[in-house]
């Protein structure tokens, strides 16, 4: 059995840019990284493993210094480290703890939205320099409350992007890394985050994520139309359209034909005609599970995705489908390519959901209460080995009577 492990806490980050305006505030060319490393927790194992954001600090910040801006990542940030001058300047960032109203970055401070902890409270703290804030963590977008998403949007910022469930840490520093990519090419905040999600499920990035993942469940608030306001003129790449999401070593597919689909219809005959003659002359839709959902009428491309069954279980290989103007316009191959002929050997373990998440808790090690769980299968066509994968997010109790929740994954192949 080999073993992946991955433990980590739900991240919060939030990004800004501000507006130029006539009479510029301190800091309207500055931007301030905070973030949130090496903390233990109350209950929390393996130590310093528990999160550790400052890679994605750094990630960020390099664009925000090729954009033009003055730049610095603060970790661990004490109150003064967050005055209002800072919090509105021309891009701020945070990297921590998230649970929908506040942003734990470490040691006993962070963000909140008047919430009752000893952080700074944002509750009433005006936004009004701030073009875009991305705040990628658990529950930052939950429907329904004041989300910390929300609120920094209800304050001035042009545009705001959350999650709306727990996510785990990982897997936005993927996102983020993505998001940061595409919109160093120019696009809008809507289309850049549909590209990032394009990028993290054709296989042009390992391991490949699955169109169901937690961390594509995403919401705007405000113009999500909005584009990043260069100071710099450092060139960047300046991808625009289909160009920006071809890679290198992917089977892609620029459809030139009228292959006619309208968003949401389910009618893929026209999209598995086109497959067969100039793809797989084998295929049969019927062999696919199909994932499609409900996307905004303003992003440019909206993807649906093809994966097969093979035996009764989903592998990573499959096509996925950008549709523009009711138009198939880009296929790509994700995967290594698998008929019903390939030869698919299970280990003698069938594991049941509660026997996965049985052997997740213990290798884990919490003892804490148990909020939500998930587990997956998935067969790897380069391999031929079944991934099993376990998502736990546990409660987390503070010693000042407030509680957070922390997600985790553990994962293996046989």
Not at 193 to 219: I, K, M, Q
């Amino acid at each position: 059995m080999k073993k992946l492990f991955s433990l980590v806490l739900c991240l919060s980050l939030t990004i800004c840019f501000a507006t130029s305006v006539s009479a510029a505030p301190r800091y309207a060319n500055s931007g301030f990284i905070y973030g949130f490393q090496d903390w233990d927790g109350d209950q929390v194992k393996p130590g310093d493993q528990i999160i550790k954001t400052a890679d994605e600090c750094y990630n960020a910040l390099d664009y925000v210094l090729k954009w033009g801006y003055d730049g610095q990542v603060i970790l661990n940030p004490k109150l003064a480290d967050m005055d209002n001058d800072r919090l509105d300047s021309a891009i701020i960032y945070f990297a921590g703890h998230g649970d929908g109203l506040s942003i734990d970055l470490g040691y006993g401070m962070g963000i909140s939205n008047g919430t009752g902890k000893d952080y700074k409270n944002i509750e009433n703290l005006d936004f009004n320099q701030v073009q875009l804030g991305v705040l990628s963590a658990c529950y930052s977008a939950v429907p329904g409350i004041p989300s910390i998403a929300k609120q920094i949007n209800d304050n001035g910022a042009a545009c705001t992007i959350g999650w709306k469930e727990d996510v785990q840490s990982p897997s936005l520093k993927d996102f983020n890394a993505k998001f940061f990519e595409h919109l160093d090419n120019g696009d809008n905040f809507e289309n850049t985050a549909a590209g990032a999600e394009n990028d993290l499920t054709n296989g042009s990035t390992l391991p490949s994520y699955h169109p169901t993942a937690t961390v594509f469940n995403y919401e705007f608030f405000g113009n999500k139309q909005n584009t990043i306001e260069k100071l710099s003129n450092k060139q960047s790449e300046n991808k625009k359209g289909i160009e920006s999401l071809l890679h290198e070593g992917l089977e892609q597919y620029v459809i030139t034909d009228d292959v006619s689909y309208k968003h949401m219809s389910g009618e893929y005959g026209e999209i598995e005609n086109y497959i067969k003659e100039n793809i797989n002359n084998e295929f049969n839709l019927n062999d696919y599970t199909i994932y499609e959902k409900e996307r905004s009428k303003t992003v440019q491309y909206k993807p649906v995705y093809f994966r097969y069954n093979l035996n009764g279980i989903e592998t990573d290989f499959g096509y996925n489908i950008l549709i523009e103007n009711d138009k198939a316009v880009l296929i790509t191959v994700a995967g290594t390519p698998i008929s019903e002929n390939t030869p698919l050997t299970l280990s003698e373990n069938n594991y049941t959901d509660e026997e996965l998440f049985d052997i997740a808790i213990e290798e884990l090690g919490f003892d804490n209460e148990i909020k939500n769980k998930r587990a997956s299968r998935m067969y790897l066509s380069a391999t031929g080995e079944i991934l099993y994968q376990v998502e736990i997010t546990y409660y987390d109790y503070y010693n000042n009577g407030s509680t957070t929740a922390f997600c985790v994954g553990y994962s293996f192949t046989e």
